[in-house]
């Protein structure tokens, strides 16, 4: 069975197998401008966790491999930088987040408070929860797989079936008040 795909101006493609037709929201971002956006964003984790940049990069890739055409919509704070994992450019809109600062590396799930946790592994009493990551098989261990399966499951914007999301930074730090 072929594929065939044709780009069309609205970054979506057509994809045609047999007589069906299927359409696809294909990312926008050009392969420079990616390279662009991780390497601002390697930067900012190497500026706010030293020395985990490899834990970061490990929890990217397995929430990447889970939710393939996520947009990572990166916010950088004063001291933290968060990378929401959303199914549009809206972080708010994200289903897990990944928060990094000099303390800790932690796993959001924005919808946290309405999970079942049977082992009682989320912290925080707000909407937003999360789970310290120590290291890479944190996300690896069942309970927390489950909780990353049911989040996703969850979530209330679906994401695209097809697709690659794109890298989004948007600095909030560099939004400063001027002075009086």
Known sequence: ???KKKASSQGVARATRGSAK????VSAQSTAARRSAEAQLRLL???????????????RRSLRKRL????????????????????????YEGVLAIRGS???????????????DPEKLLQGSSQTRF????GASTLT?????????????RNRVPFERAG?????????????????
């Not at 984790?45 to 929890?59: E, H, R, S, W």
């Not at 004063?78 to 972080?91: A, I, L, N, Y």
């Not at 789970?131 to 120590?134: D, S």
């Not at 690659?164 to 009086?180: D, E, L, M, N, Q």
């Open 1 to 3: 069975m072929s594929v």
């Open 22 to 25: 299927v359409k696809a929201k």
């Open 45 to 59: 984790i190497d500026k706010f966790t030293p020395g985990k940049l490899q834990l970061v990069t490990a929890m």
């Open 68 to 91: 393939p055409t996520a947009h990572e919509v990166v916010y950088e704070y004063r001291d933290c930088f968060v990378t929401s994992f959303s199914p549009s450019e809206h972080g």
């Open 102 to 116: 000099a303390d800790a590396v932690r796993l959001y799930f924005n919808q946290g408070k309405d999970l079942p």
């Open 131 to 134: 789970i310290e990551v120590e």
């Open 141 to 153: 261990r069942p309970a927390v797989a489950t909780l990353i399966d049911k989040a996703m499951a």
């Open 164 to 180: 690659c999301g794109s890298v989004i930074i948007r600095s909030t730090s560099a939004k400063k008040r001027r002075p009086a």
